[in-house]
């Protein structure tokens, strides 16, 4: 079966962003938060000829970088980043550390620097290489931290503008920057306990292994959010970077957690599968 090619936006008169397809499979934003780059990365199926061409091989890259540049640009990541991150992570990784210790002001341009290194103007292959960042990216130490808001009435924009000014004032203040991107994607609300029962927008807040203020940078947004849109309007990721000090009191927030106390103590009366997580809420 073949799929319908998308719809490219002209960027103008259809409300899109140009060369991007209007109703993508994935949307995805990177943006940081000390500059105005934003990389823009949309998703969606191919046709089953293109799946079936030789080029399309299960191998990830390999060392020789002369093959990883052989095959067609259409069918790689760009080819000189991938290849320097997936054999050089560890070095790639105490170099921006050392920079941003020794030179903290010239965060913002190291990101922005870093995300002209994504840019591509296409890359098809099999599903899961496509939504896997690769081994070399995935081996650098990161901490990260994952905020939701509402998608409806365009408060996830006014969110954004909120991050953004959060960052500003908290550099100016400490002399400290985000060291690394945030990701924007959008969700369907779910029927989950623990999880936004309404669409949302999912900022992942992502910083270098050995950043000291990634828990107090993320709860400043977090405060700061939660300020502007309500507290009921602002959801946290469980799995990561979490205020440990405020987390009994969000369970509330979800309209299925008296259920999932429930569940928990059903499934797991004996507490093996319980985290600190568990523990407070």
């Not at 050089?88 to 050392?98: D, Q, V």
């Not at 408060?155 to 959060?166: E, G, S």
């Not at 945030?182 to 992502?206: M, Q, T, W």
Request: hydrophobic share 35%; proline share 6%.
């Amino acid at each position: 079966m073949q799929s319908i090619p998308p719809t490219i936006s002209n960027g103008t008169s259809d409300g899109g962003f140009k060369g991007q397809p209007l109703k993508a499979y994935h949307l995805e934003f990177l943006t940081n938060p000390h500059s105005d780059k934003v990389v823009i990365t949309s998703r969606h199926p191919t046709s089953v000829a293109i799946s079936e061409e030789k080029e399309m091989e299960f191998t990830p890259p390999g060392r020789d970088l002369i093959k990883t540049i052989h095959l067609t640009p259409r069918f790689t990541r760009p080819a000189f980043p991938t290849w320097f991150q997936e054999n050089f992570n560890g070095l790639l990784s105490w170099g921006l550390n050392t920079i941003i210790k020794l030179f903290p002001g010239l965060t913002p341009r190291l990101i922005d620097s870093a995300m002209d290194t994504l840019i591509d103007d296409a890359y098809t292959d099999r599903s899961f290489n496509v939504f896997n960042v690769g081994d070399g990216t995935n081996a650098i130490p990161a901490l990260a931290g994952t905020i939701y808001v509402p998608i409806s009435k365009d408060q996830y924009l006014v969110a954004l503008d909120t991050i953004r000014d959060t960052a500003k004032q908290y550099a100016a203040a400490h002399k400290h920057y985000q060291t690394g991107m945030i990701s924007l994607r959008f969700i369907k609300g779910s029927i989950a306990f623990l999880s936004p029962n309404e669409d949302y927008c999912s900022f992942e807040f992502i910083f270098t292994g050995e950043t000291t203020y990634a828990q107090e940078m993320l709860n400043q947004y977090e405060a700061a959010l939660r300020q502007k849109l309500g507290e009921n309007k602002v959801w946290i990721h469980w799995g990561q970077l979490v205020d440990e000090t405020k987390v009994k009191e969000r369970g509330k927030q979800y309209a299925g957690f008296d259920k999932w106390k429930e569940v928990k103590t059903e499934l797991d009366p004996d507490g093996r599968f319980t985290g600190w997580e568990t523990t407070v809420l």
